[in-house]
């Protein structure tokens, strides 16, 4: 007898930075746990699907606007706070509706899982002939700041990080009852790594421009004591930062020093470490929380990340570094003093390793 076939999920995601397409495989993996393989997570980015070329082309311009023109991403973050989301006039340069259409229409899925919201509101808008699914659910990846896009998707739960996005969530609408607080969908790793007894060093995320990177790295170099271990991972910004970080580490003669690019040993690295520096971005501020590592955010883009650099701070696990130069001195001060030691037994309370678990029970439940 042939065995019964496996429900198919899908995880749909946008690679418009990376806390979306972070949070969908990280679920998508908790669904495969959790069920014991009783269902198959399909994890797709429509966008890219759907117009391969545009799409690239629209991420290029996230990029350059949240690194070169902050300012103009913030205006048009905060312009669309009123938009009409249902409207959809312009997909028709993308075809996202085409796309997502034929793809339920092959799939039919019973359960949809957003980590990117705007797909959510296709759904109502489908071709009668076309399944709806009967349960959707949207993981928040942003924290506090929490655009409206997020919150007016049309779908049965929602997943926030923490209590303060909760209240926004309700603010904006949603009832308590449907929305559920787990945290973010981090790595499964980090539940199976708990930080170590010892941790020393820092753990810096160059990921933001090269001006700002050489910036906040001539600090730390010029600044850290000597005997602080420095780990610096440039993650997909390898190629572009390899030549720039390898002069300024040449140039300081610092000999404790690792660096890494695109590494899978993210949940190790902070494991045992002391601190972290990093941008504001979702996915690694909540990697922080899940692997109870204090952080000093040197990098907010306007808008969706300024609720995370602002869920560090009231919760007192990490503080920002207004600017980059100064970033090593912050943390000379922060190292040298009882700062770390109040960050860390903050940290050690708001832990939390199990987002995409807690979302993933939550969704077969529901399934």
């Not at 990117?116 to 002939?129: D, K, Q, S, V």
């Not at 990098?299 to 602002?310: K, R, S």
Request: aromatic share 8%.
């Amino acid at each position: 007898m042939a065995a019964p076939s496996r429900e198919t999920i899908l995880v749909l995601t946008a690679g418009f930075g990376e806390g979306h397409n972070t949070a969908a495989k990280n679920i998508a993996s908790a669904l495969k746990q959790e069920s014991g393989g009783s269902v198959e997570p399909l994890v797709l980015d429509p966008f890219t699907a759907a117009a391969p070329n545009l799409s690239a082309f629209m991420k290029w311009g996230y990029r350059t606007m949240t690194n070169r023109m902050p300012g103009l991403w913030n205006w048009l973050y905060q312009s669309t706070q009123q938009g009409n989301f249902g409207n959809h006039v312009w997909d028709r340069f993308v075809g996202l509706m085409h796309w997502l259409e034929e793809k339920f229409a092959e799939t039919k899925p019973h359960t949809v899982v957003m980590t990117y919201p705007l797909y959510a509101a296709f759904i109502p808008r489908f071709n009668p002939a076309v399944p709806r699914p009967k349960r959707v659910y949207v993981a928040v990846t942003d924290s506090i700041t929490i655009h409206p896009i997020w919150t007016q998707a049309p779908a049965h739960r929602w997943f926030v990080t923490d209590d303060h996005s909760l209240e926004v969530a309700r603010r904006q609408g949603l009832a308590a009852e449907r929305c559920s607080v787990t945290g973010f969908a981090t790595s499964l790793q980090f539940a199976a790594t708990p930080p170590q007894r010892e941790r020393r060093g820092v753990l810096y995320f160059a990921t933001t421009s090269n001006s700002h990177v050489k910036q906040t790295l001539t600090g730390l170099l010029r600044d850290l004591p000597p005997e602080v271990p420095l780990t610096i991972v440039t993650g997909r910004s390898e190629d572009r930062l390899r030549s720039l970080i390898a002069r300024l580490l040449h140039a300081s003669r610092r000999e404790n020093v690792e660096l890494h690019g695109w590494c899978g040993t993210v949940p190790d690295l902070m494991s045992r470490h002391a601190l972290c520096l990093t941008k504001a971005g979702g996915a690694t501020v909540h990697e922080c929380f899940a692997a109870g590592i204090p952080a000093v955010i040197n990098y907010v883009i306007p808008g969706q990340e300024e609720g995370n650099a602002m869920l560090m701070e009231r919760t007192g696990c990490g503080c920002r570094s207004e600017e980059p130069a100064q970033s090593g001195a912050l943390i000379r001060e922060i190292l040298t003093g009882d700062a770390l030691a109040r960050m860390t037994a903050s940290m050690h309370t708001h832990r939390c390793p199990n987002g995409a678990v807690e979302m993933a029970r939550a969704i077969l439940a529901g399934a």
